[in-house]
């Protein structure tokens, strides 16, 4: 089985880096290491799609970033997908968002994006890592402003796989389509205040402007977060596959640092934050602290 997924991940990493060429069967079953029937029938069983269905949907969601934020024209997004004509994309964006390129450009809304997972990664969980060589992880303080935060609650979640069971991973596509404070989306531990009865500790939002009063996407909510001091915790960078114990190192890091070294103490009533893993980055997650009273 574990040789069917990596050659499913072989596919999906071809893909990624040959979105803007022709993709052919052929390609993908060179790069899989299996015949190109045997190849189409272990994506669709490992992601849910055929190949011509993963691959236009990625470039669709491909083209609406680059319409939102380029405001491109749209015959360049409809040629950078793949279609010969202005008219096969737009009635294929339609289908895929709801809405025409066109309006889209005008008015921005949030869109389902497509999120390619790969599908190495769903085999993974942080559970028995050996953690006797432990990497350095990097401490700093850096302050949040007041601001205001889209999320979407699940109900019991208090981690990454629970949420998505509960909620779906395509609620991270709909958040990537939406412009954010800090450039990216986040997950957060709520403190008590800021949960609903019966909604879970874990949810995954955007900050905005404390005086955002734009759309909030159908099933989400908006809380307010004060301004607030966090220690951010940023270990190295790791390979992709290696993101559970990436996570494990700075989160066991987390547990055992004494704020107080530094004047500080820890603040529960402000959001615990994650930030996406990226390999390149390292992990990085935030916690709030403030200044340590005097005793």
């Known amino acids: 089985m574990k040789e069917h997924i990596l050659a499913v991940q072989r596919m999906q990493d071809y893909i990624e880096e040959n979105l803007e060429q022709e993709i052919t069967l052929a390609d993908l079953a060179r790069v899989s290491l299996f015949s190109p029937w045997h190849s189409y029938r272990l994506f669709q069983a490992l992601t ?8 236009r949907r990625l470039r669709l969601s491909r083209s609406a970033m680059m319409l939102k934020k380029e405001r491109g024209r749209i ?12 008219d096969g994309y737009t009635r294929a964006f ?5 809405c025409n390129p066109g ?19 769903r085999e993974l969980r942080k559970d028995d890592f050996d953690m006797e060589n432990l990497q350095s992880v ?7 402003p007041e601001r205001k935060v889209i999320i979407k609650r699940g109900v019991k979640a208090a981690d990454y796989f629970s949420y998505c069971e509960e909620v ?3 609620v991270w596509g709909t958040l990537l389509s ?6 990216e ?3 957060l531990w709520l403190p008590e205040q800021y949960k609903k009865p019966g909604t879970s500790t874990y949810v995954q939002g955007v900050e905005v402007e404390a005086e955002y009063s734009g759309a909030i996407p159908e099933g989400f909510d908006m809380i307010c977060l004060p301004e607030a001091e966090y220690l951010m915790f940023q270990g190295e960078p790791f390979e992709e596959e290696n993101y559970g114990e990436a996570i494990m190192a700075v989160q066991k890091a987390i547990e055992r640092y004494v704020p107080s070294v530094i004047g500080y103490e820890w603040d529960d009533e402000n959001p615990r934050i994650q930030l996406e893993p990226r390999g390149a980055r390292g992990y990085i997650e935030l916690r709030a602290v403030k200044k340590k009273t005097a005793s």
């Open 185 to 187: 989306p986040v997950c």
């Open 168 to 170: 779906g991973c395509d």
């Open 94 to 98: 339609r289908r895929e968002f709801g």
């Open 75 to 86: 015959l360049d997004a409809a040629f950078d997908c793949g279609f010969q004509s202005a």
């Open 178 to 183: 939406m412009d954010s404070l800090c450039g």
């Open 48 to 55: 849910g799609y055929t190949p011509t269905e993963y691959i």
């Open 103 to 121: 309006a889209y450009v005008n008015n921005p809304v949030p869109l389902s994006l497509f999120v390619p997972y790969g599908v190495k990664f």
């Open 138 to 144: 990097f401490v700093q303080v850096i302050r949040k």
